[in-house]
């Protein structure tokens, strides 16, 4: 919406009121040339943009490689902090299959491998297959989970009070519902406020940018009547 509304005016709106501005000189109000000078500024970097934009998605629905490597850095970009939900849900996802693997009776070892096989954020992938050996020697899940530098700590505690009280898959599933549900507030949350930034952010800059035209307009007929 942002760009769509900045594009009309650059594209459309200002350049019909330039010729209204033609032979004013300083008489033009500075914010009506700043908003001028922004016009063909737009203009002038859109298509560039544009090409850039287009040469980016095509790039990266041709090269695999270049895809995955993209893909991983946001996604260890955006599992960054104590509460990422990206990582909670990567999480809550990966206890819930290993949950359902390990009540249907599947040794620890390859529910483990299993559960870990859809995780496809290569760095947390190839940090969970390093885990592989460590079951396969009856190293406990805690410790395993422990080793894991992304893993949450919430879910931690809970596989340790399962491991305690023999119900390991019964706290999977309540580690796996309490990283869910956090991983959803969380984004709700980050929405509630986004969502009203944005429109106002794109009211005011469209209201700022109409302002500053009809200051000009305004002048342009000040001079008229003199």
């Known amino acids: 919406m942002a760009f769509g509304s900045i594009a009309v005016y650059a594209y459309a709106v200002l350049p019909s009121l330039e010729p209204a501005f033609a032979g004013m000189g300083d ?32 790039a990266l629905m041709l090269l695999p490689r270049l895809r995955l490597v993209v893909r991983d850095g946001l996604a260890r970009l955006l599992m960054r902090g104590k509460r990422s939900p990206l990582r909670d849900f990567v999480f809550a996802n990966l206890a819930s299959r290993l949950a359902v693997m390990l009540q249907a009776g599947v040794p620890l070892a390859p529910a483990w491998r299993l559960a870990r096989e859809p995780v496809t954020i290569s760095s947390l992938s190839r940090t969970l297959a390093a885990q592989d050996e460590r079951l396969m020697e009856g190293v406990r899940l805690s410790e395993v989970l422990r080793r894991t530098p992304a893993c949450p700590p919430d879910l931690i505690h ?29 984004i709700e949350r980050v929405l509630s406020v986004l969502t009203p930034l944005v429109i106002i952010v794109v009211g005011a800059m469209v209201g700022l940018i109409t302002m500053m035209v009809f200051q000009g307009l305004l002048a342009v007929g000040d001079a008229v009547a003199q």
């Open 158 to 186: 809970y596989v340790l009070m399962g491991e305690h009280s023999g119900q390991v898959a019964t706290a999977l599933n309540d580690g796996a519902a309490l990283l869910g549900a956090r991983a959803q507030e969380a």
């Open 27 to 58: 008489d033009i109000p500075p914010q009506t040339r700043a908003v001028l000078t922004f016009g063909a500024v737009v203009r002038f970097l859109m298509p560039a943009l544009a090409v850039m934009a287009t040469g980016g998605a095509v």
